[in-house]
Nanobody
Framework: QVQLVESGGGLVQAGGSLRLSCVAS????????VGWFRQAPGKEREFVAA????????YYSDSVKGRFTISRDNAKNTVYLQMNSLKPEDTANYYC?????????????????????WGQGTQVTVSS
């Protein structure tokens, strides 16, 4: 079992940057695939980015590709989401999710239902 805690959200102007962190409890974090998802008010949860267990494979949604970068430091039990060139439409609550069963040979589903563990989320607000 793993517990996930997100941080790094906040208010930023359009064009700015933020780095989100997802810190996991437990000693076997390197055996978990991790994804970032977001949900804006009145909208369904959507996939943002994902990374395989050792970071060899990464996936991005079309809406963030080229602007966001996912990475991980297994020694620190942490996955990062570097977000650059932020837009007002990036405003949402951002969640990290993890699962030990996933090999991540392809892009995760839009809702991330294949991930068994979720954090509480961190709010990102981008002003125009």
């Amino acid at each position: 079992q793993v517990q996930l805690v997100e941080s790094g959200g906040g208010l930023v102007q359009a064009g700015g940057s933020l780095r989100l962190s997802c810190v996991a409890s437990g000693r076997t974090f390197s055996s978990y695939a991790v994804g970032w998802f977001r949900q804006a008010p009145g909208k369904e949860r959507e996939f943002v980015a994902a990374i395989s267990r050792r970071g060899a494979r990464t996936y991005y949604s079309d809406s963030v590709k080229g602007r966001f970068t996912i990475s991980r430091d297994n020694a620190k039990n942490t996955v990062y989401l570097q977000m650059n060139s932020l837009k007002p439409e990036d405003t949402a609550n951002y969640y990290c999710a993890a699962d030990q069963r996933l090999n991540l040979w392809s892009t995760p589903s839009a809702t991330g239902n294949e991930f068994g563990y979720w954090g509480q989320g961190t709010q990102v607000t981008v002003s125009s």
